[in-house]
């Protein structure tokens, strides 16, 4: 995976490339909105990341900016803690994720896989989704594993169909959170764990092979652990 | 104005003087019909002995004076005569003008009734001397009461400013006092202490925001170089390293959630979400946060319980709302032990909406109640649970940006909290 940095901070900028470059990816950096624009116009990159506060052009004006050059790369947004309404500001303007600084990089790493791996827009989305014998039918709202039908809640349908389209890659917390239940928040109460433990033990139950795994301290992933079976 | 007020008093009186004398005249002519010529003179000699009786004079067709004192002149109709004619008047008086009306009788005789001028001038000098009194006192009061009100009134003008001085000096309780006058001045008195009570509040806040982070952050900081020391007095234990390491992280991973939640709650109260604000159920999304907690709770061996009226008009920011509620319930969950029912309520009221939650968990100390909304608080029975205190500050921080009034009480056994729609008339 090929990943342009444009962030002012130099310190972040290298925290971020060396994390990236240790697990094998590519990453390229620049210091202002300017050469940003022109970098990521210029060649292919599989993600942006790119600081909300920059000198030239703010992070706002260059995705604007690579939007309406027709530029699609998909651009994970950083950001200060002040703002609340930065999401949204940033959603708005064109950006696919955000992620608020300070952060951990298992959470930007994951984030930034499940972008780069978004389906382009504009391609007709499927109506069915699969992971080894487990299949859900988004259109007539079923879930069916080797056949038979699961019920699951609505809330769980939601939360399988993320982990679904999300295969093979880690979702944290925080990002099932946000899409699945759209809060913004992290609350004590473990809603994430229950929710999962009561899905797993629907999809799971009486099967040989789990579907869903836990990353200790990092989040959760679904993965067909012996497809053979 | 004035004059006109004169001349129509004036005007009364001389026709009230000649009313009179023409009321007369036409008495004393049913007296002469009824009782003939020698019972008119009788009537007249008993009229005139009465003091401040009318003046008269009777005189035969051949011009005998049979009555009175007055003398005819030739011609009948209104005249003007001097006062007796033949007595001199006293030394140093001018002789007195009488108007008199001239009546031929029918037998011929001619009846005299008169006044003297004198005295309607006497009751128009009274009337206007009253007249000036009245104008002079009017006159006088109204300066000394247009004094004293524009004197009152600046001195108002002056206590607000003085308040105002002052609060820019740094006495942020100070306040412009109330007279019980209930005016304009009064009503923008009463704005202005509102604004200075809203300004005191937000400084209250400021202030305490940095008195608390440095109360409660000292603690988990002091604790993370005491874990760092420790590890680099160690020396090479490589395994000791890392696990002191790890413990620090996850302390410092702490305050940084802290202060996350600082800066959303100095966020909240600043206000500036409210740009974002737009018409939304907050049955919809009590909803759909005790929906998330319901499965959590049930593991925990707690009960989560939903009643609502529906739906619940609200403007607001559906991210903070759901916070809210969801911190409201979290603060519920955790602070109860197993077994504990908590039961989230939604109610429509007239001019608003009431949102509760409620548990029957061992609840609060009552004389905590007031302070639980406050930074940073923990029941002392809380201390030993996880939390950093702010989760109810932020319910009151997100409350009063939308306008809703936060209150705890005594759920018999247990904690209530309740939101409730303030009094926008205020």
Redesign the interface.
């Known amino acids: 995976m090929k990943t342009l940095i444009i962030e002012d901070d130099e310190e972040v900028a290298a925290f971020v490339a060396a994390g990236l470059r240790e697990r094998g990816h590519e990453a390229a950096i620049v210091a202002n909105g300017r050469d940003g624009v022109q970098r990521a116009s210029a060649e292919q990159f599989d993600a942006i990341i790119l600081d909300r506060m920059l000198p030239e052009f703010d992070g706002l004006t260059v995705v604007a900016l690579l939007r309406a050059e027709g530029v699609a790369t998909p651009v994970l947004f950083l950001t200060n803690l002040s703002g609340i309404d930065d999401r949204v500001d940033g959603l708005e303007a064109g950006g696919d994720d955000y992620l608020v600084k300070p952060f951990a990089f298992e959470e930007l790493m994951a984030r930034l896989i499940a972008l780069a791996r978004r389906p382009m827009l504009g391609g007709a989305s499927p109506t069915v989704l699969s992971a080894g014998d487990l299949e859900m039918d988004l259109v007539a709202r079923t879930v069916r594993r080797g056949g038979e039908e699961i019920d699951l809640q609505p809330r769980e349908f939601r939360l399988l169909e993320f982990l679904l389209r999300n295969e093979e890659r880690l979702v944290t917390r925080k990002m099932l959170l946000e899409h699945v239940w759209e809060f913004l928040f992290d609350p004590q109460t473990n809603i994430v764990e229950t929710h999962i433990s009561r899905l797993r033990t629907k999809i799971d139950r009486g099967r040989a092979a789990s579907l869903i795994h836990t990353i200790r301290g990092a989040g959760y992933l679904l993965r067909v652990l012996n497809p053979g079976l | 104005m004035g004059g006109f007020v004169y001349l129509s008093v004036r005007h009364e009186i001389l026709t009230d003087f000649d009313a009179r004398i023409i009321e007369e005249t036409d008495a004393l002519r049913r007296t002469f019909a009824e009782e003939g010529r020698d019972g008119l003179a009788a009537t007249l000699a008993a009229r005139g002995s009465i003091g401040g009786a009318l003046l008269y004079g009777l005189e035969a067709p051949d011009r005998k004076r049979l009555a009175g004192d007055l003398v005819a002149p030739v011609s009948s109709g209104w005249t003007e005569l001097k006062e007796d004619e033949n007595d001199e008047p006293p030394e140093g008086t001018a002789a007195e003008i009488i108007r008199a009306l001239v009546t031929r009788l029918p037998d011929g005789s001619i009846l005299i009734v008169g006044d003297e001028r004198r005295r309607a001038n006497e009751a128009l000098r009274g009337v206007l001397s009253a007249f000036g009194w009245a104008i002079g006192a009017t006159i006088i009061l109204g300066l000394a009461g247009g004094l004293w009100l524009s004197r009152q009134f600046l001195r108002r003008v002056d206590a607000m400013r003085l308040a105002a001085q002052a609060i820019m000096a740094g006495d942020w309780s100070r306040r412009i006092p109330l007279t019980p006058i209930d005016d304009d001045l009064s009503a923008l008195a009463r704005t202005f202490n509102r604004l200075f009570a809203r300004i005191e509040k937000l400084l209250l806040a400021n202030k305490h925001i940095s008195a608390d982070i440095a109360h409660d952050l000292r603690k988990p900081l002091a604790s993370v170089l005491r874990r760092l020391e420790g590890a680099r007095a160690q020396g090479a234990d490589l395994e000791a390293v890392r696990s002191a390491v790890k413990a620090a992280i996850a302390e410092i991973e702490n305050l940084?959630e802290t202060?996350?939640a600082l800066?959303?709650i100095a966020?909240?109260e600043a206000g500036?979400?409210r740009?974002?604000f737009r018409p939304r159920d907050l049955a919809e999304i009590a909803r759909?946060v005790v929906?998330?907690?319901q499965?959590?709770?049930e593991?925990e061996g707690k009960t989560l319980a939903l009643r609502l009226d529906e739906p619940l008009p609200i403007s607001g920011d559906?991210?903070l709302l759901?916070?809210m509620i969801?911190?409201m319930?979290?603060n519920a969950?955790?602070h109860a032990p197993k077994g504990v029912r908590v039961e989230v309520a939604g109610e429509r009221m007239p001019g608003g909406v009431r949102l509760s939650v409620a548990d029957d968990g061992p609840g609060v100390d009552s004389r905590e109640l007031k302070v639980i909304f406050e930074r940073f608080y923990r029941a002392d029975a809380a201390r030993s649970t996880?939390?950093s205190g702010l989760?109810l500050n932020l319910v009151a921080a997100i409350a009063d940006l939308h306008g809703l009034e936060c209150s705890a009480s005594d759920n018999r056994p247990g904690l209530r909290v309740t939101l409730t729609t303030a009094d926008s008339s205020e």
């Open positions: 940084l202060f996350n800066l959303r966020q909240v500036a979400r740009a974002g759909e929906e998330a907690f499965p959590a709770a593991d559906k991210e759901a916070q969801a911190n319930i979290d969950l955790r996880p939390g989760g």
